[in-house]
């Protein structure tokens, strides 16, 4: 294979753009749209600092000693890739509590050239309850930042220190961009940073909810945590890169165009900027990650380790066929034009990448944040037009089962979720499929109660969890619950 390989090398940029969360997804996507557009200008003023607040400090360590240039490698499929060369990434800091940036961050966050602060720090990065999405004053972070606010840990806590310093400078607000995957993610952050900021000062809280605009965005590529054999392709190829990230080379990105402090003309760089992303978010959230969650579950309890082996078996492609046609495409109100049947074929051919070794693992983590916004708030619209919802109860089944941490041959796999412990607890008190359904439909902080205690849901998700648990995945695939 030889590589199409794309030099950066434009004039070096400001920094205008601050983003928490330096992960892979965040150099994947966002830096190479602003490394577009630095390339068109020949650098200019939105350069970005990006800062890791609570892991992965080596990373951060990594770019400054690569001089902050790193690679992206698009892969179109196993024939066809891509090379990017990135330096939109000016400064990298790592403000975690056994970090020595924090202040550094601030100072940052506070200059004036400073006009935009992006966000990836996924779901439970907001500490906001997943069902009702209200800011979880109990959380760790949460109260830590509370009670100390000038040394903050958590997203939400750096934005509120970095806005009162602001308002206490005179310097006019940035804008909050949050880039994770949650419905109306401008309206959460924004829920997030002005409940935080009333605990300190009501008149923070008020200047907070008038003058900052949180923008939402609906973010989409396939970015896989690196593994050692991407690192080894690339090596063959010439690139030895430890900072280096692999994704797929579909990319999109839809925002709210609501920046009163200015932005980059990133329209012209593939941004489609529109008055409101909503249809853009939820198609999104309910088709694409919601056939990735149906995968993780079901496919890892099967054995299957990737994406892409999952969907070159026929039941599995069927399943996610199903899903999207009948569960989720119907609750979707879109703009006229839009196709979503060509939508969930493009899907299907994405997740086929092979290039990509996707793990459903990666995928199959925080599912009590994220199966809310992928599945149950359209279970909940399916049933109130009287839809079917069977795919979706068998998600949920395979969720539910999957969270024992074993799949159906006795493997076992960690469970990462905040909720790690109440789930265990509820595995280790009900060993049978009815006291035990009941009990994770109980968890209100998942699951809206009037969806968990509907009967044609409640009933659904038995009855898949019976089939799947006693004849496995192959038999809940063919024999889907019927929910008549
Ligand atoms: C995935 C997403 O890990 C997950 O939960 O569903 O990261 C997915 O790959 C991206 O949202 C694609 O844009």
């Known amino acids: ?36 557009n630095l390339a068109r200008h020949d650098g200019g003023p939105w350069g970005i600092a990006s800062a890791n607040l609570r892991s992965n400090r080596r990373l951060v360590e990594l770019m400054r000693e690569r001089g902050q240039r790193y690679h992206v490698a698009e892969y179109t499929d196993s024939e066809t890739l891509t090379l990017r060369q990135v330096t ?55 109260r830590h930042d509370i009670a100390a606010p ?53 008149a923070l809280a008020a200047w907070i909810a008038d003058a900052v605009a949180f923008p939402s965005s609906m973010v989409d590529r396939i970015v896989p945590a690196m593994g050692e054999a991407d690192f080894e392709r690339l090596r063959a190829l010439g690139v030895d890169d430890p900072a280096a990230v692999t994704c797929e080379a579909f990319s999109q990105w839809v925002i709210e165009d609501d920046f009163p402090q200015g932005r980059p003309d990133w329209q012209h760089d593939g941004v489609q900027m529109v008055a409101d992303v909503t249809p853009f978010e939820s198609m999104k959230l309910r088709m694409l990650n919601g056939s990735h969650s149906l995968l993780a579950y079901l496919g890892t309890l099967a054995g299957i380790e990737t994406v892409a082996e999952a969907v070159g078996r026929k039941p599995f492609v069927a399943l996610l066929r199903r899903y999207m046609r009948n569960e989720a495409a119907p609750t979707l109100d879109m703009p006229e034009g839009t196709d979503l049947d060509a939508y969930a074929d493009s899907l299907l051919a994405r997740f086929a990448n092979d290039s990509l070794h996707h793990r459903l693992q990666q995928i199959a983590m925080d599912g009590s944040q994220k199966l809310p916004q992928r599945w149950l708030a359209g279970a909940r619209a399916r049933l109130d037009a009287g839809g079917d919802i069977d795919c979706t109860a068998l998600g949920v089944a395979a969720w539910i089962r999957y969270t024992a941490g074993s799949n159906l041959q006795g493997v076992r796999h960690p469970i990462d979720d905040p909720m790690a412990g109440t789930f265990a607890a509820l595995h280790d008190r009900h060993r049978e499929p009815e006291p035990l359904i009941a009990a994770f439909l109980a968890l209100d902080s998942v699951f809206d109660q009037s969806l968990a205690n509907d009967p044609r849901f409640a009933n659904a998700v038995l009855d898949a969890y019976r089939v799947l648990d006693g004849e496995g995945v192959v038999a809940a695939l063919n024999h889907p619950v019927s929910t008549e």
């Open 1 to 36: 294979m030889t590589p199409t390989s794309i030099p950066s090398v434009h004039a070096p940029a400001t920094v205008g753009i601050v983003h928490l969360g330096l992960g892979a997804f965040h150099r994947a996507h966002q830096a190479v749209y602003l490394e577009r």
């Open 88 to 142: 939109a990434i000016r400064e990298t800091l790592y403000a975690g509590p056994d970090g020595d940036d924090l202040e550094a961050l601030l100072d940052r966050m506070s200059e004036p050239e400073v006009r935009i602060v992006t966000l990836t720090v996924t779901e439970k990065g907001y500490h906001l309850d997943p069902a009702d999405g209200r800011l979880l004053l109990d959380a760790e972070p949460i």
């Open 150 to 202: 000038t040394r903050p840990r958590s997203a939400p806590g750096m934005l509120v220190e970095a806005l009162a310093r602001r308002l206490a400078a005179g310097t006019p607000a940035f804008t909050v961009l949050c880039c994770d995957n949650m419905p109306d993610n401008g309206k959460r952050t924004r829920r997030a940073v002005v409940e935080l900021a009333r605990r300190r000062d009501p």
